[in-house]
Each structure stands twice: as structure tokens, then as C-alpha cells.
């Protein structure tokens, strides 16, 4: 296809590249004309007001949600045609934890359809479950219930389960709601570590304040883009008022731990 | 002396037949059932099985056995549940609700117009699995072979879309297709259920089992491979109950199922 890349470089190797996506539900417009481009092997962050399309967007690019006009192509093709090699942790409220099942079993998911007949069944796991567990470090907590486990644990188990479907882009929606500080951290330095190996991974968060520790890029959107880029050239004053509102200034100071009367 | 009753009903052609129904149902209906109770489904298993009606009675009309009518019309009323769910703003019980009753009030209205035809109205709410036929027999075990295969291979994937629907359709899996695969097992495991507890107790036989196994097994694949022996347990100890002292089948078994679940739930709550 004859068209630059919306990353306006005349050479890249962007995975994601979204050429004016509008998204309606019924009158409501949810995403706006959304262009962007998502360089291969880089953490993003994914930041705007709830309603702002976070959600939405995932949807499209993983090919859950139609869009109305423009192209998205992941991997150069469609959204939906990526057989397995982008894998999606949905907000917790979107999965059934009524299930009773281990987090070896959840990451054993992964392979659904392969291997040997034991293998298909559970009853035995090939060692690229054991390899995926090591690396997010949940091996040692492979027979808990997934319904156990903490939010960061969860969201381990969960990329690990993305590495034996040997995804190479991540997509993670709101993985921090209700996770602590601690485990945050672990979560992120999982993420950095799959992004050194060339994984492409895009997270939802609401935490503005630890942008700039965390990730390579920040995607600020409220229902079209309002900024891409480092952490530190994003924030303008501009940005935040277009994210938050004429309030949004006061947002990034105004976090659990930056409170004054906190500690 | 007391092995006499456990061996003596078999002397009878009847009885045999009987069993074999018994134990496939006990096996069949573990397997969905697992399913059914962690996706909250026990609703549209109960529709399900009221909504066949008027292919039973069909069925009985043109002097065939009633499955060969019922097993279509569930899959067809499982698919057509399953399209309104997802098309429609109406909620899934509503939706279900709508259907089931309609078709059953149609089964009814059809017994009463054809009542030259002999239907035993009883047999088919309360099941009568002793008056199985040969050929109901073969279609028993082959629809049992069919729903054991497909769930064995597609054992994973079922997991992944009922625990995960979207992560499991970016993953590449055809979610959809899945699920209406799903519908239509259940449906036929419903159908085949029917023989044994007719239709007002097939939702017990379905999720009984399964619930009392998830009380006691950890994981999911404990929950259906205990689920299949007390099923089994359940269906076969009815069914010796139905034969000793002349009860109907279906509450013969509904009773046992629900005797195993009390007794796995006293357990659970002792070791609490």
C-alpha cells in the first residue's frame, strides 16, 4: 500500500498503525478520526479520562470493536486475522473467574488446540509453560487459583499466558485497577523485560504520575489523540486541559502520595 | 443373597437397555455440566429441555421415537437462543424465557389437538427410561461418542471462551462458532437426558453432579471427572431404586443426585 506510515518516518517498523479510525455506537462518536503509529519493541502507556475511549480502542485494535471509517492494520493486516500473535488482558470485570482453574491452566490456555492428547486435556504441561511462568515469576505459584491471587499476580499469570501463545504485541487493559504500588513495579519490570526481547506492548493506565518511570511512549487520548510521545514532551498544559478538563493541571500532582496531608 | 439385587434386574432385555441409557446420561451430563454451572447457564438448560416439546410430539405423531424429534428441534431452539442473546438488546433470560415457554405451550396445545395419538404425558415430564427402545439405545451411545469426542478435543478452547471470551477470540480461537458448538451439545445432552429424567428434572441431572463435584475437586478437570462418577452413581443407583420399588425413573435419579450433593456439601462445610 502507497501511504506513509502515520509515524511520518520514511522507514519504520511500526506493528500498529491506525490511519483515521472512527469508532460510533449508535450517535455517539467514541473515537474520532484517531490516527498513530506504535513502533515495534516499545512499552506505551495509554492514558485519558474514563469514557475517553481507552477501552475502545483496544476493542478495535484487537478486532473485537468494527470501526466505522479508516484502517487499522496490526502486523500489516486486519485486526482479527493476527492467529494468536496479539494477545489481550481484558479488564478484570470481562473475565469469568468463576472458573475453577490453576494458574498453570490459565497459562496452558496459551496452547490451546496443541500438543499431545495429555497436553490438550491439562493433565500434563509442555515446558514452554514452565518457561512463560519462570519469566514472570509465578512458577512457584503454578497450582493456586487464579480467583486467589493478588491483581499483580493475575496480571502475571495472565502475560505469561500471552508468551505461550508466543504473542509478540501485548495489549493490557487497566492492568493496575486495584493492584498496589509493590506489585505495580513487578508488573512493569515483567513488561520491560518481554520489551528488551522485541514484544510490542500497550497498557491502559490512569496513573499519570508514574508515566515517565515506567514507559517509552505515552498515548493521551480522550475520543481522538491528544498526544504521543517520551513522557516528558507529552504533558503540556495543553494536553492535560484537552485530557481532564480545565482541571486536569492539578492531576498529575494530584495522586495518592503527593497529597500533602498524606505521610 | 443381597447381590441378587443388584443382578437380578438384568435378566430383562429391558433393564439392560436401561443402564446403558443410565450410565451414558451419568457421563454426558458431567461433561456440559461443568460448563453450565461455571457460566451460570442452568436457565437455558432448563429451557432447553421444555422447549423440545413440540418435536417430541411430532415425532410421536408420525409413529417415530420421540428423540428423533426432539434432537433437532434443541438444536435449533439452542442456536436460535444463543443468536437472540447476542443480536438483541432483550437479556439472555428474558430472551430464553420468551422462547422456552412459547415452545412448550405449542408441545401442549400439539398433545391436546392430536389426542387421537397415544402420548403418555407423564413419561415424557418424568422420563421412563425402562421403555427405551433398541434404536433409542444406538442413538444414545452415538451421540454419546460424538459429545465425549468433541469436548476432548476442544477441552481447552471451551475453558478459554467461557473464562476469557475476548482474550480467547484475539487469541485466534473461533469464539463464536464455539459457543453455538457448546449450545448445540448441551442441547443434545438434554435430549438424551430426557429418557432417563424426562423434562422437568433434566436441569437437576445436568448440574447436580457438576455442583457437588466442584464442592470437593479443586480444579476444573477434577470437577468433571468426579462430576462423571457421581453422575454415573446417581443415574445407576436411581435407576436400581426405579426398578425395586416401582418408582418413576427421573425422580428416582433427580433424588440420588441431589442425596450426593447434600452429602458433598455436609462434607465441605465439616472440614471448614
Redesign the interface.
Known amino acids: 500500500m502507497d501511504r506513509r506510515c502515520p509515524c511520518a518516518k520514511s522507514q519504520c517498523d511500526c506493528c500498529i498503525q491506525v490511519f483515521g479510525a472512527c469508532v460510533e455506537f449508535e450517535n455517539f462518536l467514541a473515537l474520532d478520526e484517531v490516527s498513530f503509529a506504535i513502533p515495534q519493541g516499545v512499552l506505551t502507556g495509554v492514558v485519558g479520562p474514563n469514557g475517553g475511549g481507552k477501552t475502545t480502542l483496544f476493542?478495535a485494535l484487537?478486532?473485537?470493536q468494527p470501526i466505522a471509517h479508516g484502517e487499522i492494520l496490526v502486523n500489516g493486516l486486519a485486526p482479527?486475522n493476527?492467529?494468536?500473535r496479539?494477545?489481550?488482558?481484558?479488564q478484570r470485570e470481562?473475565?469469568?473467574w468463576?472458573?475453577?482453574?490453576?494458574v498453570k491452566?490459565?497459562v496452558?490456555?496459551?496452547?490451546?488446540?496443541k500438543g499431545s492428547?495429555l497436553q490438550?486435556?491439562?493433565?500434563t504441561s509442555s515446558n514452554q509453560v514452565e518457561e512463560a511462568l519462570r519469566k514472570v515469576d509465578m512458577w512457584d505459584r503454578k497450582d493456586e487459583?487464579v480467583s486467589n491471587l493478588s491483581g499483580g499476580q493475575r496480571q502475571r499469570t495472565?502475560i505469561a499466558?500471552a508468551l505461550t501463545?508466543e504473542?509478540d504485541i501485548l495489549?493490557l487493559d487497566e492492568a493496575f485497577s486495584g493492584v498496589d504500588i509493590a506489585s505495580q513495579e513487578g508488573v512493569i519490570n515483567v513488561l520491560r523485560n518481554l520489551r528488551n526481547e522485541g514484544k510490542t506492548i500497550l497498557m491502559a493506565t490512569h496513573d499519570l504520575n508514574t508515566l515517565a518511570d515506567r514507559f517509552d511512549e505515552v498515548l493521551c487520548i480522550n475520543r481522538h489523540i491528544c498526544a504521543h510521545g517520551s513522557p516528558e514532551s507529552v504533558f503540556t498544559k495543553e494536553v492535560l486541559t484537552e485530557l481532564y478538563g480545565s482541571h486536569g493541571e492539578m492531576f498529575a500532582e494530584h495522586q495518592v502520595g503527593h497529597h500533602p496531608h498524606v505521610g | 443373597m443381597w447381590v441378587d439385587a443388584f443382578i437380578e434386574p438384568f435378566q430383562y432385555q429391558f433393564m439392560i437397555r436401561a443402564l446403558i441409557v443410565c450410565v451414558s446420561v451419568g457421563v454426558m451430563c458431567p461433561l456440559l455440566g461443568a460448563h453450565v454451572i461455571?457460566?451460570?447457564m442452568g436457565f437455558m438448560g432448563d429451557a432447553l429441555a421444555h422447549a423440545v416439546l413440540p418435536g417430541m410430539v411430532a415425532a410421536y405423531a408420525v409413529g417415530l421415537s420421540p428423540m428423533v424429534g426432539a434432537i433437532p428441534t434443541g438444536i435449533v431452539v439452542a442456536l436460535a437462543i444463543g443468536f437472540m442473546v447476542r443480536k438483541s438488546n432483550i437479556s439472555s433470560d428474558t430472551s430464553i424465557g420468551i422462547l422456552f415457554t412459547g415452545l412448550f405451550a405449542l408441545g401442549l396445545v400439539m398433545i391436546t389437538l392430536l389426542g387421537g395419538i397415544s402420548v403418555n404425558v407423564e413419561d415424557i415430564l418424568l422420563g421412563q427410561v425402562m421403555s427405551t427402545s433398541n434404536s433409542e439405545v444406538y442413538i444414545t451411545i452415538c451421540l454419546t461418542v460424538i459429545t465425549l469426542c468433541l469436548m476432548?478435543?476442544?477441552?481447552?478452547?471451551m475453558?478459554?471462551i467461557?473464562?476469557?471470551?475476548?482474550?480467547?477470540?484475539?487469541?485466534?480461537?473461533s469464539a463464536s462458532k464455539i459457543n453455538y458448538l457448546l449450545l448445540a451439545l448441551l442441547s443434545i445432552v438434554i435430549v438424551v437426558t430426557l429418557q432417563v429424567v424426562g423434562i422437568v428434572l433434566v436441569v437437576g441431572m445436568l448440574i447436580t453432579p457438576a455442583a457437588a463435584a466442584?464442592l470437593i475437586?479443586?480444579?476444573?478437570?477434577g470437577?468433571i471427572l468426579l462430576g462423571i462418577l457421581f453422575g454415573v452413581l446417581s443415574a445407576v443407583v436411581g435407576l436400581y431404586s426405579s426398578y425395586h420399588f416401582n418408582l418413576p425413573s427421573g425422580p428416582a435419579v433427580a433424588l440420588t443426585s441431589t442425596l450426593i450433593f447434600i452429602l458433598s456439601f455436609a462434607s465441605k462445610w465439616r472440614i471448614n
Open positions: 476493542d484487537v478486532g473485537l482479527g493476527s492467529a494468536g496479539v494477545s489481550y488482558v481484558p470481562r473475565v469469568n468463576r472458573f475453577p482453574l490453576s491452566d490459565v496452558g490456555l496459551g496452547q490451546s488446540g492428547l490438550r486435556l491439562g493433565f487459583l495472565f499466558r501463545q504473542a495489549i | 461455571n457460566r451460570e476432548t478435543m476442544l477441552y481447552k478452547q475453558i478459554f467461557g473464562f476469557d471470551f475476548e482474550g480467547a477470540t484475539v487469541a485466534g480461537l466442584s475437586a479443586r480444579r476444573f478437570s470437577v
